[in-house]
């Protein structure tokens, strides 16, 4: 793990049991998360993408220990620069790393207690980790409203009395409560309606330049990882089957499941007209995945050796990789 590196997660996996009769004997477990290896840089958005279901936010909440990884390592850079074995961490360990590690929930509006005032709300994390109390928590309190765009006249109010966009604000205000240095970002804008969708967006990579965080951002709005992200990571039943540069991925995909999605993508000019790639059948059971590459029964290139051997994460260049038999051979399509 280099200098410049925050978050290093090798060998991630989550497995959900499944258990099945009368006497609940365990079956094949759901691949949640299935053997993931990323990084995250110091001050970089990593974008994380890929259809409902294939494990995003599954995968951000593990990087947490939100939700208990089942194997695999997560380290992480704290401010000090020592490297902490997150995976390891007891629950004491665990709550003072939470400081440094937040999340930004989707929903704005269940995410927030409605019987709680936006001074109890941003202020519960603070009192919590026994930053502050009493007039200095206050303080503290109004200086994080202010930067996250809103007032000190809106301390005293309840959740119901904003719109979804000043709902995020909050949330992003309570994350930054313990002034974190990396957050999962998981779908945050996702409910939110696509002008105030960009407020937040400009919101957050202002945030990003003035005080130095790092994003895991999940979402599955292409156009959105493209506007926020450095590096993107696409994810498919469980697995990542592709990473790159922002720019670098959607001109040139290296995997047939990236160009499927980019072809997706809405071009916003009527006169144009969208090719788009239709795959044939169903997304993989991850409780029963196929064997070999899990994309072979929907993949328009596939082969033989695709049907036997699971693709390794191949290196094709310096910044990126993709688990394909055949990353770079193809001539794939990239996005308008």
């Known amino acids: 793990m280099d200098e410049q590196t925050i978050i290093q997660v090798d060998g991630l996996t989550k497995y959900f049991p499944i258990r099945r009769g009368l006497f609940k004997r365990s079956a094949s477990p759901v691949r949640a998360v ?12 990593f974008g994380l993408v890929g259809e409902s279901g294939c494990g995003k936010s599954t995968l951000g909440r593990c990087l947490l220990r939100a939700i208990e990884p089942t194997g695999g390592n997560i380290r992480y850079r704290d401010r ?6 997150v995976r390891g ?20 509006y269940s995410s927030l207690n409605p019987r709680m005032t936006v001074a109890e ?3 519960e994390p603070l009192i919590c980790h026994g930053i502050a109390r009493g007039g200095e928590m206050r303080r503290r309190v109004t200086a994080l409203i202010e930067t996250v765009g809103l007032s000190a006249r809106h301390l005293d109010r309840y959740p119901h009395a904003f719109s979804g966009g000043q709902r995020q604000r909050i949330g992003i205000a309570r994350a930054l409560a313990t002034e974190p240095r990396f957050l999962v970002c998981d779908e945050a804008v996702s409910a939110l ?4 969708q960009a407020q937040i967006l400009n919101l957050l990579r202002e945030l990003q330049q003035r005080l130095g965080l790092s994003y895991l951002f999940i979402s599955h709005d292409l156009g959105v990882i493209r506007h926020i992200s450095d590096r993107v990571g696409v994810m498919y039943v469980g697995k990542l089957v592709e990473t ?12 047939p499941y990236t160009e499927a999605l980019l072809s997706a993508k809405p071009i916003p000019d009527p006169r ?10 169903e997304v993989a059971n991850p409780a029963n995945p196929p064997s070999g590459c899990y994309f072979h029964p929907r993949c328009p290139y596939a082969r033989d050796v695709c049907r036997t051997e699971a693709p390794p994460m191949k290196q094709v260049s310096a910044d990126r990789a993709a688990a394909c038999h055949f990353a770079g051979e193809l001539g794939l399509r990239g996005a308008l």
């Open 34 to 45: 299935d053997d993931i290896r990323l990084t995250v840089l110091q001050g970089e958005t």
């Open 80 to 85: 000090g620069g020592a490297e902490i074995d």
């Open 89 to 108: 961490l007891d629950k004491k360990g665990l709550r003072a790393i939470r400081r440094e590690l937040q999340l930004v929930f989707q929903d704005p």
């Open 121 to 123: 709300l941003v202020g």
């Open 193 to 196: 309606d696509v002008s105030v």
């Open 244 to 255: 790159a540069r922002t720019e670098e991925l959607y001109a040139h995909p290296f995997h």
């Open 272 to 281: 144009r007209k969208a090719d788009r790639i239709v795959l044939s059948g």
